[in-house]
């Protein structure tokens, strides 16, 4: 979900009269700057619904995407992207970006020369019409007004009101410069929020019908996120609290699958501040975001980011300042002259992701040696207890991310696969004796200085009761 933003560098105007639909044989061009700019957005509205606030707009958009130029089909919900046809799959074009209904009823994208970029694949089967419904869904109609194509069959990253999921089914959020991305998924037992990477996937969040009922699809309600079961009968409903429910007093207009920090949110429009804004978000803290921290960071209890970090050996370099928070630990595990490793222990310390590969009955030592033995293993979180029981669990990572601080947590112990040879000569407990402490070193400095500026505080205080009379100024 993006806000567009009236900027230097944008174009939004409208192609003649804007009305709720478009017949055969329309088409619509909107040029390509022959030079790169950077932030360039072009759009033309061409249809818009007969709202009298917060209407739906569909748009034929041209943005400066990673140095080439997208063209692109969306629709918008007041400033608000509620949908677009190259959410999955860009279509990049030069000169010219154009839309046409053709005459046997497919929906195009096109470049120069007639090269079709997308396409809704429907020639042939009676399309008579282009039309935004009061919905938002977006819809091609034969001439008895039967859907041939439709938008919400096509999720991106916002579920609109009324629009329905079914099971196997998701919403897709990509984080800027990243190559993860969020997901939304409905699966029979649950919905749940993934994390993406490569051959990876956790779980971070998930919400789960009671008495084990199964879901055959959800719905988005004026009221919630209704889920239904195969005899299309509500069995449970994801909603805001009965308090903000009565505070907001306006239904709900959206869900959306935030692209930065991959938190689900249950949007409605707020006429005091005249925007949209969230009555419900599934994950309240900043620590349980799967990716609060970059990789091999950790989320203190202050919700700041401290790196997990070895010392390097002599004949290696580490440069001050890096952001990077894997110089020095990560990579070489596997392939030829793979680098050897130990695990590096950090007790407190636990994961927001789930769904990892699951060793139950193993002591510590052998779920290090389990990582250690497999190279695509980065790190491995062993637990102790479980729901008051003596129960030992390792879980094995591909990855070093979603890492946070825990206030009880002795019995969770997180380990991460780090170069043998990067301590040097330091002796592997001075190496594990050191992370312990950089944990929480953010917690440490903020306490110091709490209690440093109240300390000071106190002693000002005293000497200026002890001054003499003459000096109190």
């Known amino acids: 979900m993006q806000l567009y933003l009236f900027i230097s560098l944008s174009l939004f105007f409208t192609y003649g009269h804007s009305k709720t639909d478009i017949s055969l044989g329309y088409q619509l061009t909107v040029a390509v700057p022959i030079e790169y700019s950077l932030g360039f957005i072009g759009r033309a509205f061409f249809m818009e619904t007969n709202e009298i606030t917060q209407t739906f707009k569909t748009a034929l958009s041209v943005e400066a995407v990673n140095d080439k130029y997208s063209c692109s089909l969306e629709v918008f919900l007041g400033d608000v992207k509620v949908w677009n046809s190259g959410h999955h799959s860009k279509?990049?074009?030069?000169?010219?970006?154009?839309?046409?209904?053709?005459?046997?009823?497919?929906?195009?994208?096109?470049?120069?020369?007639?090269?079709?970029?997308?396409?809704?694949?429907?020639?042939?089967?009676?399309?008579?019409?282009?039309?935004?419904?009061?919905?938002?869904?977006?819809?091609?109609?034969?001439?008895?007004?039967?859907?041939?194509?439709?938008?919400?069959?096509?999720?991106?990253?916002?579920?609109?009101?009324?629009?329905?999921?079914?099971?196997?089914?998701?919403?897709?959020?990509?984080?800027?410069?990243?190559?993860?991305?969020?997901?939304?998924?409905?699966?029979?037992?649950?919905?749940?929020?993934?994390?993406?990477?490569?051959?990876?996937?956790?779980?971070?969040?998930?919400?789960?019908?009671?008495?084990?009922?199964?879901?055959?699809?959800?719905?988005?309600?004026?009221?919630?996120?209704?889920?239904?079961?195969?005899?299309?009968?509500?069995?449970?409903?994801?909603?805001?609290?009965?308090?903000?429910?009565?505070?907001?007093?306006q239904p709900l207009r959206f869900l959306a699958l935030g692209n930065r920090t991959g938190n689900l949110k249950l949007y409605f429009y707020s006429p005091s501040i005249a925007k949209f804004d969230a009555a419900f978000q599934a994950l309240n803290t900043t620590c349980d975001l799967p990716l609060a921290c970059k990789p091999y960071g950790i989320c203190t209890l202050s919700s700041a980011c401290s790196c997990i970090q070895v010392l390097i050996a002599e004949n290696e370099t580490s440069r001050s300042g890096n952001s990077d928070c894997s110089q020095g630990i990560s990579g070489g595990f596997c392939g030829n002259g793979k680098t050897k490793a130990e695990m590096l222990e950090l007790k407190g310390v636990g994961s927001v992701l789930r769904g990892a590969p699951k060793i139950v009955n193993v002591s510590k030592e052998a779920c290090a040696s389990l990582c250690l033995e497999d190279c695509n293993c980065t790190s491995a979180l062993y637990s102790t207890a479980k729901g008051g029981m003596e129960v030992e669990e390792c879980f094995l990572y591909g990855m070093v991310i979603g890492v946070k601080q825990v206030e009880r947590g002795n019995e969770l112990s997180y380990m991460v696969k780090v170069r043998k040879a990067a301590h040097g000569g330091h002796g592997k407990s001075n190496l594990k004796r050191w992370v312990l402490v950089l944990v929480g070193v953010v917690d440490g400095l903020i306490i110091l200085l709490v209690f440093g500026g109240l300390g000071y505080y106190m002693i000002k205080k005293r000497r200026k009761h002890t001054l003499p009379n003459g000096h109190n100024n």
């Not at 195009?108 to 009676?126: A, E, I, M, N, Y």
């Not at 999921?165 to 993934?194: C, G, K």
């Not at 055959?216 to 449970?236: C, S, T």
């Open 91 to 249: 279509f990049y074009t030069s000169n010219i970006c154009v839309l046409q209904l053709t005459q046997d009823g497919d929906l195009r994208l096109k470049g120069p020369k007639d090269r079709v970029g997308w396409r809704t694949g429907t020639s042939g089967q009676g399309v008579k019409r282009l039309q935004i419904l009061r919905t938002g869904n977006l819809v091609l109609l034969d001439g008895l007004g039967n859907i041939k194509w439709q938008s919400f069959n096509f999720p991106t990253d916002v579920m609109l009101w009324g629009q329905r999921l079914s099971v196997a089914s998701r919403l897709i959020s990509f984080p800027t410069n990243s190559t993860s991305y969020y997901s939304l998924e409905i699966e029979q037992s649950r919905i749940a929020l993934y994390l993406n990477s490569g051959k990876w996937n956790y779980s971070y969040w998930e919400f789960k019908p009671t008495k084990n009922r199964n879901i055959a699809y959800v719905q988005l309600g004026r009221k919630g996120l209704e889920l239904f079961n195969d005899k299309q009968k509500k069995i449970a409903e994801i909603h805001p609290s009965d308090h903000q429910t009565v505070q907001f007093g």
